[in-house]
């Protein structure tokens, strides 16, 4: 036959952990057909000499619910490797919703997963009231990469229970037998699971707590029984389990975790994190992920390959200066010229003798985190770094700008003002605020290696002016399975745990692997110059909205179902990408 698409001369690395192996691939009609040497012609070829040839990769934890409502492009996700993204995560989604309800989903996904609500009010088009519509309305629009749904707690319990449905609020019988209702209805239509969200330092826009935030074990595990004979589906949770509260909470708060998944009978993953103020709560949840596990009740952890942290800039969501009345007098002003006027020494003088107000220079609240740095912000700076051109995610601690405020003899706030002003005020300033409490990695190490652990959190979509991890996929290569020493994978193990290892565990049997009859999603990769570039500030989002980008080289083709997405980080405009809908 002839085959649609070659790839020659490449090391295959096909995703089950097998040793990597030079050979050909052909496809034909979106699958992989022939792996070896290619006897046939092909209409299109790409030379592999010197790359690896994977499977795509498959991002099980992103935010991408409005944006894959108008976005064809899936960025930051498509450029780093990834070919499949699950959506709906940690509880919230556009879907189910009444009419009335619109405004409240998107103050909760603004508020929880930092996406500027009118961006999601100008992009949306809500061409759907129930869960299923909401797959179809997404399957109208062509995409460079494939997207599943799970079904979004808040959302269904704000449809169910209406004004009810307020943290704290009981769900009834008939409420929970609603719940399992639609859930099972979205189920059948093709939605991939159900997600909660559990954790206090999520919020609503008006800073409430979401709908489902302490919803009685009761309720999870009633909604979770709509998976009982359906073989199929799975389940996602976040919580911090009730650290704030007491040490004690943390047994019954899994307990009620466990209970669904076992209810559901299907997988759960956790989304797993090193907490400053919990510093081995990880532990914890890897060793009672354990215990159910080893009892029948499948669970894994989500675990992200660096530290989660916060992107400060003068042009970016956050930084530290937004609430000081000398900079919210200038804050509308075009960023060179907000640099001119803080460059001035007097200026810089007047600001840092200032105080922190409660409201920014337009109008909006001052973030918590804000406050919380400048009422310690020696102890922050410890942690804050400069970015550069090539970032590093596994800074030194000589490095922080507190350290640098140490050897000049001045405020660790005016390194931080200085630093800022850098580059034309377009530097940018890396803050880790979760893995991070022992200034390296190595936590994160045994966490990545753990049997039931899986690559994520990179949160595509989502916290687009103050984070950028969903080049996550891409670091974990060069990272983990490149240039660090200590906790070092194998490329085949590392491939393994972005490619099948996320496909198997969702479902997804037609992907994962590069094997015979399986979908062709695939990438050609320069391993030794594959590389992350800086976050990029682009304002791209509907109603002007601004967020994070971050390119990589390396990447010398992305595969979608035969069609080529992408060429040397470069879309190519084709759109391949559908809804899966696992059956």
Request: aromatic share 6%; charged share 25%; hydrophobic share 45%.
């Amino acid at each position: 036959m002839a085959y649609d698409l070659a790839i020659v001369n490449g090391m295959v690395v096909d995703g089950t952990g097998a040793p990597a192996r030079r050979a050909d691939v052909g496809v034909k009609d979106g699958r992989i057909v022939a792996i070896g040497a290619l006897e046939e012609r092909a209409t299109r070829t790409i030379d592999a000499e010197g790359a690896l040839v994977t499977p795509g990769f498959v991002d099980v934890h992103t935010h991408y619910d409005g944006q894959a409502t108008w976005d064809a492009q899936m960025l930051p996700s498509s450029a780093h490797g990834v070919t499949t993204a699950v959506m709906g995560n940690c509880g919230v989604g556009f879907a189910p919703v009444r009419p009335r309800d619109r405004e409240r989903l998107i103050a909760l996904m603004e508020g929880v997963e930092d996406i500027p609500g009118s961006a999601l009010a100008e992009g949306i088009r809500w061409e759907w009231e129930h869960f299923g519509e909401y797959l179809d309305a997404l399957d109208r629009r062509p995409r460079t990469i494939d997207v599943a749904a799970q079904v979004p707690h808040d959302a269904l319990r704000v449809y169910v229970m209406g004004e009810r449905a307020v943290a704290g609020g009981r769900a009834t019988d008939d409420d929970v037998a609603q719940m399992r209702a639609m859930l099972r209805s979205a189920l059948d239509r093709g939605a991939l699971g159900f997600s909660t969200g559990r954790s206090d330092n999520h919020r609503a826009k008006d800073g409430s707590e979401t709908p489902a935030a302490d919803a009685e074990a009761r309720e999870l595990a009633g909604i979770a029984r709509a998976f009982e004979g359906l073989g199929r589906g799975v389940l996602q949770a976040v919580s911090d389990f009730d650290m704030h509260v007491s040490p004690e909470r943390f047994d019954p708060e899994f307990d009620a975790l466990e209970a669904m998944a076992e209810a559901a009978g299907r997988p759960l993953a956790i989304s797993t994190l090193q907490r400053d103020s919990a510093t081995d709560q990880w532990r914890k949840i890897l060793a009672r992920i354990e215990r159910a596990s080893a009892r029948g009740v499948t669970m894994n952890a989500l675990v992200a390959p660096r530290p989660i942290g916060v992107i400060l800039g003068l042009d970016a969501t956050f930084h530290p200066f937004i609430g000081f009345p000398s900079y919210k007098a200038i804050a509308h002003l075009p960023l060179a010229e907000r640099v001119a006027i803080l460059s001035r020494p007097e200026v810089k003088a007047k600001l840092l003798s200032e105080r922190s107000e409660k409201v920014a220079g337009d109008g909006s609240p001052i973030p918590p985190l804000a406050d919380q740095l400048l009422a310690a912000v020696d102890f922050v700076a410890m942690r804050l770094f400069r970015m550069g051109s090539t970032p590093s995610y596994e800074p030194q601690r000589q490095d922080a700008l507190f350290a640098e405020a140490m050897r000049r003899g001045v405020p660790a706030l005016e390194v931080v003002y200085d630093a800022l002003l850098e580059e034309g005020g377009n530097a940018l300033l890396y803050f880790p605020l979760y893995n991070y409490g022992s200034y390296s990695l190595d936590d994160v190490a045994e966490m990545l290696h753990h049997p039931r652990a899986m690559v994520s959190l990179g949160d595509g979509g989502a916290h687009v002016g103050t984070i950028c991890d969903a080049s996550m996929f891409t670091y974990f290569l060069v990272h983990w399975a490149r240039d660090r020493e200590r906790g070092r994978f194998t490329i085949e193990e590392a491939v393994r745990k972005l490619t099948s290892e996320p496909a198997r565990w969702a479902g997804f049997a037609d992907r994962g692997e590069i094997t015979i009859g399986r979908r062709a999603d695939l990438n050609v990769i320069e391993l030794d110059h594959l590389a992350l570039r800086a976050p990029r500030l682009v304002r791209d989002l509907p109603a002007g909205g601004k967020r994070f980008l971050q390119d990589a080289i390396g990447y010398r083709a992305t595969i979608v179902r035969g069609e080529t997405i992408a060429t040397n980080g470069a879309l190519t405009g084709a759109t391949p990408g559908r809804v899966v809908r696992p059956s």
